[in-house]
């Protein structure tokens, strides 16, 4: 666990939503300076100013918009320290497979966060290292019957943060995900009389940025946290895969350049 730098600075996207707001309101009481980008509106801008945090307008499935954020972060505070790419939606739920719903919340879910790291990648090395926080859910590692589109967009979420870590360790940037179960914000309204009506436990908006901000301060690469009612933020442990086995029943290598670096 590494202590917060004061003058710290951090990008949240989906920063006016409910966990980016926990977030935000945290990460400011530690001294952080926070940037939250989001869909513009009025009240977006206001929900920045109240927490007294800045904001930039940013749709995440806009590739360029993207690297112009973290551009204008750069130059209104000198720095980024590390990226929240926490912006996400989920799809309606509903039973019917609708492929144009599902490609629409991969793009959002996934695509933005891969925009989002592109983006921020250049600047952490800039400011000699630093971290991307990816906000994938449980979904990602128990797929939700009724939303193909979040599930699938999680779980590459997830892959992808897992992927790109150990190539980033040499640089000082650390990826890592969170992903938490239902928490108590706008994304699980049209859920809340279903889960009301067998006594379900949500997670607050604080327990989730107390996990994300927890992600950032271990710095372990390629890390994702479950976080649940009533247990916390936990490691989440992969399972191995069978290894391949050469024709003499040995235990195949990978060729040099598909392996992992070594960590030190
Ligand atoms: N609340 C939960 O139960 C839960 C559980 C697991 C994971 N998550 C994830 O947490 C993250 C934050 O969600 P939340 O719970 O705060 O919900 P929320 O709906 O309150 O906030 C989501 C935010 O993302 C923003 N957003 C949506 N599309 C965007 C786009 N194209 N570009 C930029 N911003 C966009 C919204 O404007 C909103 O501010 C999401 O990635 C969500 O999938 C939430």
């Known amino acids: 666990m590494t202590a917060i730098t004061p003058g710290s600075v951090a990008l949240i996207t989906g920063g006016t ?4 707001r926990a977030l935000a309101a945290l990460l400011r009481r530690q001294g952080v300076t926070v940037v939250l980008a989001d869909l513009d509106s009025l009240r977006a801008r206001q929900t920045a100013a109240d927490l ?5 307008p940013l749709d995440v499935t806009d590739r360029a918009a993207n690297a112009a954020v973290v551009a204008q ?3 209104d505070h000198g720095r980024l320290d590390v990226a929240f790419l926490n912006a996400g939606i989920a799809g309606s739920g509903q039973q019917a497979l609708d492929v144009d719903e599902l490609l629409h919340v991969v793009d959002v879910d996934l695509f933005g966060v891969v925009y989002g790291a592109e983006a921020a990648l250049p600047a952490l090395r800039r400011a000699g ?6 906000t994938a859910s449980l979904a990602g590692l128990a797929p939700h019957a009724t939303e193909p589109g979040y599930s699938i967009a999680k779980a590459g979420a997830i892959a992808f943060v897992r992927s790109l870590a150990p190539r980033l360790v040499d640089d000082g940037i650390t990826v890592s995900a969170v992903c938490p ?6 994304i699980i309204d049209p859920l809340r009389e279903a889960f009301a009506a067998v006594d379900f436990p949500v997670l607050s908006a604080d327990e989730v940025a107390q996990a994300l901000l927890g ?10 946290y479950v976080v649940q009612p009533g247990v916390g933020a936990v490691p989440f442990r992969f ?13 195949a290598t990978l060729p040099g350049r598909l392996r992992p670096p070594a960590r030190s």
């Open 17 to 20: 939503g409910g966990l980016g």
């Open 52 to 56: 007294g945090a800045a904001f930039l």
């Open 73 to 75: 972060v750069e130059a």
């Open 129 to 134: 290292g630093g971290s991307i926080v990816v």
């Open 181 to 186: 179960g239902f928490a108590d914000t706008a």
């Open 215 to 224: 992600a950032w301060t271990a710095r372990q690469p390629g890390a994702a």
């Open 239 to 251: 399972p191995g895969v069978p290894s391949a086995k050469t024709a003499d029943g040995r235990t």
